[in-house]
């Protein structure tokens, strides 16, 4: 910033230097350009300086979340793994392009094992923006697609297999892998009920105050620690509560 301060200080002296000498009209526009130019970079980098000074502020303004908030989720259409009849239902929010949600999915299936009986799992969809995840939203319409021929899960465990890499043709070639009809997959994905489904799905996953993916809870509960333990102490406590 100081540098091009000095800078522009340095161009206005040389305008008002040359001016008093009687340059060419051509050669004072020209100044006048360099120093219009300055001027620009410097605001421009004034609110560059601004934004990043407000943007610890607005991750602050972010609500509190109640980690004993107990939220009414209902399983809705969304696809389930596990007995309907259970006592546990956890409900995930995630994005197909998520690391983070990749890396949680053979936790789920560990706890899904441990718990056989009691427990079932609900994914709903939350791709997040383009500019941070080009192909969620495309893996989301992959899915939700699958479904309609009854191998969500089997095109679930496939796109999360290949979460690195979930371009078009990546896409097309996990749902031959997942023994759909591609043919009438590739029709389905863009179907409006499927982009209606993950519309509602977002809008159920803001209500319950989703602000990333993977987001876990608990028979309405958010899971804070994310891990077998978490999980298990989560799932004991509620049986209890059940019982």
Known sequence: MGRIMTRTGAATLALAMIAG??????????????????????????KTVDQIKAAPAAAAARPQLDPNKVYS????????????????????WADFQCPFCAQSAPLVDQVLKAYPSDVN????????PA?????????????????????????????????????ADKLKECAAKAGLDVSRWEKDKDAPD????????????????????????????RLMNRSFDGFKQMIDDAMKAKS
């Open 21 to 46: 000498c009687g340059p060419s009209a051509s050669d004072i526009d020209e100044i006048k350009k360099g120093v219009a130019d300055i001027r620009g970079k410097v605001d421009a980098l004034s």
């Open 73 to 92: 989720i209902n399983t809705g259409s969304s696809p389930v793994r596990g007995p309907k009849s259970a006592k546990v239902t956890i409900v995930e």
């Open 121 to 128: 799992y609900v994914y709903k969809q939350f791709p997040l």
């Open 131 to 167: 500019t941070m995840h080009p192909n969620a939203l495309p893996a989301a319409k992959a899915a939700l697609a699958a479904a309609k021929q009854g191998k969500y899960w089997e095109m679930h465990d496939v796109l999360f297999e290949n979460s690195r890499d979930l371009s």
């Open 194 to 221: 499927v982009q209606q489904q993950i519309d509602a799905e977002m809008t159920e996953g803001r209500s319950a105050d989703v602000q990333g993916t993977p987001t876990f809870f608990v028979n309405g509960k």
